[in-house]
């Protein structure tokens, strides 16, 4: 089975603190996402990473940034945290090539207060 | 980009069927996805299409049109366990999954 996990369920943080979310699968998957999921929105894309030290934008990027420096783990960062990244925090993983299936970690529930 | 469009909410008895449509608009479709998922936990994947027809597994089922952009996911003999919110994902050729905002289907006895 694929196991994907985040480090932390629930967090709360302070406006302007620098936040750390990881992400590690254990399926040696190539492609790893971050989204985030807000009530009537869905899913958003943040950014994507197809390979180790690569990463690509996805739809909502801007103030968040992300490392990739071993396959198996995926970093998402708020440089700053503002109260509208407040949001659940999933993370994904998927094997080589385009459109494979994607597994879901349990999500990170982020409060900005 | 992708535009996806499924209702926001539905109500069922169990035992019955529900059927959960979807309609996209998209550049470079790559298949159609479509995951489970219970309130507080992750998306769980349930089917994916990429030729047009029906895929039937078990009591669900996913059907495609690519001329017409549209989708749907068949739940048949409702069970109270069924009650989720399900999403539409569409592919797209660069890795990237575009979802709907989800249908939540309430089983009731």
């Known amino acids: 089975d694929v196991k994907v996990t985040q480090s932390s369920r629930y967090l709360v943080k302070r406006t302007g603190e620098k936040v750390f979310l990881e992400c590690v699968q254990d399926m040696d998957h190539e492609n790893m996402f971050w989204y985030r999921q807000d009530p009537g929105l869905g899913l958003r894309l943040i950014y994507f990473s197809y390979d180790v030290k690569m990463k690509e934008k996805g739809d909502i990027p801007e103030g968040y940034s992300v490392s990739r420096e071993k396959k198996e783990r995926f970093s998402l960062i708020l440089e700053s945290a503002s109260t509208n990244q407040t949001s659940m925090y999933l993370c994904?993983?998927?094997?080589?090539?385009?459109?494979?299936?994607?597994?879901f970690g349990p999500g990170t529930r982020l409060l900005v207060l | 980009g992708q535009n996806i469009d499924q209702p926001t909410e539905m109500t069922a008895t169990e035992g019955a069927i529900v059927q959960i449509n979807c309609t996209y608009q998209?550049?470079?479709?790559?298949?159609l996805f479509w995951y489970q998922q219970h309130a507080g936990e992750a998306p769980t994947f349930l089917s994916y299409n990429v030729l047009d027809g029906l895929e039937e597994k078990g009591r669900f089922s996913s059907f495609l049109s690519r001329s017409k952009g549209y989708s749907y996911l068949l739940l048949k003999e409702l069970q109270m366990k069924d009650s989720a919110s399900y999403l539409c994902a569409v592919g797209s050729n660069d890795y990237k999954l575009s979802f709907g905002a989800g249908t939540t289907v309430t089983v009731r006895a």
């Open positions: 998209t550049s470079g479709f790559n298949g």
């Open positions: 994904a993983s998927s094997g080589a090539g385009n459109q494979e299936t994607q597994y």
